[in-house]
């Protein structure tokens, strides 16, 4: 037999916790529910994101669990949310009068935003450190070259990537949107390739480009599982390569651009983020 989808998902994420509700919420799968929220009630009370994309119906049960769980939120300044309500279970909450009582909002940005969490999208450290983690990561499995992340600031003036050859990647999700490029200069990026495939290349061809959407490919998997742990529902994306001094790439998301310089055994390289407004 299929397993049975749990009704209840609980993600702990930085300064939240995300409650995703699936499929049919009833008297019957409320205690679990109970049983696995109370230690977050009883010790550091958190802000609450209610997640209903797939929630199909929900009892009066569960609507009146979900109340209490506010009044004790309220009672420590802290507040719940719920993101993507269908119509359906709208009609629910309408039916027992709790419309009014909760508060909705359209994807968890939004909520975040209503919580105070989320204030300045260039200083979320919460979302730029998994790809930091995730590069240094990479590199040192992948082609044994060690990394220490520099100090992050804020890129100004032009369009111009820092590196010669950077490997890209659009970000669509339920709380960001923007870009993350990874951008090697060329003595490094061929360090970086030597080291990945075991032969010592000098000169950059189509062999080794691909490489660096490979890399890419990889510091952006790791980081969208942290990410979406935490509740930012990161779709996924293909990593497109650019090449060529004081290349630039178009048609990415507009915004503050924040750059993570690394010094590394094969040289420097960047990371750099971009934030949409």
Avoid at 52 to 69: A, F, T
Avoid at 143 to 160: C, E, H, L, M, P
Avoid at 258 to 267: D, H, R, W
């Amino acid at each position: 037999m299929p397993t049975a989808i749990k009704s209840f998902q609980i993600v702990t994420g930085t300064d939240y916790v995300t409650i995703r509700l699936n499929g049919i919420c009833d008297p019957n799968n409320l205690r679990p529910f109970l049983d696995e929220m109370r230690p977050y009630l009883e010790q550091a009370v958190p802000f609450i994101v209610v997640n209903c994309e797939y929630l199909l119906d929900i009892s009066s049960e569960w609507i009146r669990q979900l109340i209490k769980i506010q009044v004790v939120l309220k009672q420590f300044d802290k507040a719940m949310r719920f993101i993507l309500v269908n119509s359906k279970v709208m009609q629910l909450f309408k039916a027992e009068g709790v419309d009014s009582a909760f508060k909705f909002c359209r994807s968890i940005k939004e909520a975040l935003i209503d919580f105070g969490l989320v204030k300045d999208k260039t200083l979320d450290t919460n979302f730029v450190n998994p790809f930091l983690t995730a590069a240094l990561h990479v590199l040192k499995v992948q082609a044994s070259v060690d990394a220490q992340a520099g100090k992050i600031y804020i890129k100004k003036g032009n369009d111009t990537l820092l590196g010669d050859v950077s490997g890209v990647i659009g970000i669509v999700s339920d709380a960001f949107e923007g870009s993350v490029v990874i951008s090697f200069p060329e003595q490094t990026f061929l360090s970086v390739m030597s080291g990945m495939l075991g032969e010592t290349y000098t000169v950059v061809n189509k062999e080794i480009l691909d490489g660096a959407g490979e890399i890419t490919n990889m510091i952006f998997g790791q980081a969208k599982i942290v990410l979406n742990e935490q509740g930012y529902g990161i779709k996924s994306a293909l990593p497109s390569v650019v090449n060529g001094r004081n290349h630039t790439v178009t048609g990415l998301t507009k915004g503050p651009v924040v750059v993570v310089p690394f010094t590394s055994s094969a040289g420097e390289f960047f990371v750099e983020i971009c934030l949409s407004k």
